[in-house]
């Protein structure tokens, strides 16, 4: 297992610097990214397996313990984050084929290979155990992220670029202020020492760090009021692009803000996390209704989204957590199908602007419903995996007498199905003609670029139904993994023994 683990963590690195070596012979370094996408993804899901059946596996790289060298370490949370994220990465690249030399105008030799190491820098973030790590896995990210955002060079992306980096910079800096304070306090930046040591912290060190924490991972989870460089970021770059930062990058950030704060006993700062997760559901959702534009209500969607993940941490019991944990499980690949849709919309309409497109279902009745199943999902309703994730942080948030956030949870479900309804009806209803600007430049229905895009995101509508039906052991499983991030030195145990 051991083997695997570090295939994980150094494959795409080495992936991408053979997709790189042979960047002009475009189908050659198609083949080389996508078959490695497609072996990491079956990886993860061996991992998830022998992770849910045999207990936690603990690299000591090179051989050193815990407090002088680097660890990864594979639990039943991070198997679990680690396949979705794979699969969604894979389902897009195979996507972005479709699009590259019809819509983004030049073969972008550069987006395969960097998304390798994107793909590197996420499974490094997931898999280690200390916070200088995942200092560095989160700066690869920011790098790799910032190529994909910028590489077609128009303004636009710049200006957004700039802002993405900025606000992320500053993320960083505190970072690693932050690592000087704990270093300083506890000796050690590992977690499982951390797990052991912060709780024996005069609580206001120790509530510092996890508020200063909070901030840090927030920043690049998007919660508020850290969240204003999302928007204007994502709709600008192209749509697959878009769809592997809707689905990942701010989930890395409150992955890290629920391993650090459960392992850490953070406890005390649960009414201050409901309190952001409230107002993270309220704004994204308000700001969602407000947009005209269907990547900028998706963009605004991922800020409320982030607070039902929030919800569930701020409750600090084990149901809580499991439904924070089902909901990310979940969201991952149902915010990514809907960009991928949105994808779609635009290279039949030729724009995602609501008030240039009407009467789409009727041209195009396929797009309507892949539309209409991740919506549906992303509101919470039955039959779909959104109503389970909901359900299951409404009884925890039930269960733990917190009724303000429960409240805020359904009512911005409400809204959430308002500005989907929002997007159906002036883009799939409305006039049957319709209005599609620009219709020579729109791809050819029958073309294989076309047909290759509607399998791709029929595959992921299928996946994220595939999750809804596997909702028991997805639960079971989600359950397992609270009950290990919150069990009294589990963590420290498995790292240490």
């Known amino acids: 297992m051991n083997e695997l683990i570090a295939i994980l963590v150094l494959g795409p690195f080495i992936s991408a610097a053979l997709a790189l070596s042979v960047r002009r012979l475009t189908i050659l370094r198609d083949v080389i990214t996508i078959a490695s996408l497609f072996a990491f993804t079956v990886g993860s899901a061996f991992l998830l397996y022998f992770v849910n059946t045999d207990g936690t596996f603990v690299v000591k790289v090179g051989g050193w313990q815990p407090d002088l060298g680097i660890v990864l370490v594979a639990d039943l949370f991070a198997a679990m984050i680690l396949f979705i994220a794979l699969a969604t990465i894979f389902v ?239 969201h991952m690949p149902t915010k990514t199908v809907l960009f991928l849709v949105g994808g779609l919309i635009e290279s039949s309409a030729g724009t995602s602007s609501l008030d240039r497109i009407s009467g789409l279902a009727f041209r195009r009745p396929i797009i309507a419903v892949l539309f209409a199943i991740p919506a549906l999902s992303l509101a919470g309703l039955p039959p779909f995996s959104g109503f389970v994730a909901k359900l299951s942080l409404v009884e925890a948030g039930i269960q733990s007498g917190s009724a303000p956030i429960v409240f805020v949870a359904l009512f911005v479900s409400i809204l959430t199905l308002l500005s989907m309804a929002k997007i159906w009806l002036e883009v799939f209803w409305g006039n049957k003609a319709g209005s599609v600007p620009n219709e020579d430049q729109v791809p050819q229905p029958g073309s294989w670029r076309n047909r290759l895009m509607i399998s791709t995101t029929s595959f992921a509508v299928i996946g994220t139904l595939l999750i809804a039906a596997s909702a028991g052991p997805l639960w079971d499983m989600s359950v397992r993994s609270a009950s290990e991030l919150t069990g009294s030195g589990f963590y420290s145990n498995e790292v240490l023994k």
């Open 92 to 330: 897009v690249e195979v996507y972005s084929i479709s699009q590259r030399a019809s819509i983004w105008g030049a073969d972008p030799y550069l987006v395969g290979p960097i998304l390798l190491v994107l793909t590197a820098g996420v499974t490094l973030a997931i898999l280690t155990g200390d916070l200088f790590t995942l200092f560095v896995s989160f700066e690869l990210i920011l790098v790799a992220s910032y190529v994909l955002l910028t590489h077609q060079g128009r303004p636009p992306q710049i200006r957004s670029g700039m802002t993405y980096v900025v606000m992320n910079l500053f993320a960083s800096t505190l970072f690693l202020l932050g690592l000087a304070f704990v270093y300083a306090a506890t000796g050690t930046v590992n977690m499982a020492l951390l797990a052991q040591r912060i709780p024996e912290l005069q609580d206001g060190v120790r509530l510092g760090i996890g508020l200063w924490f909070l901030v840090v991972f927030g920043t690049k989870a998007a919660i508020f009021p850290l969240f204003s460089w999302l928007p204007d970021s994502y709709p600008t770059a192209p749509t697959t692009i878009t769809a592997v930062f809707a689905g990942l990058l701010t989930k890395i950030g409150v992955y890290s803000i629920i391993r650090f704060h459960t392992i850490t006993g953070m406890d005390d700062l649960g009414p201050i996390i409901l309190v952001a997760a409230g107002l993270t559901m309220l704004v994204g959702v308000i700001g969602a209704l407000a947009q005209n534009d269907v990547k900028r209500i998706l963009s605004f969607h991922i800020i409320s989204q982030i607070g039902y993940m929030l919800m569930g941490l701020g409750l600090f019991s084990v149901a809580g957590i499991a439904g924070a944990i089902l909901f990310l499980f979940h």
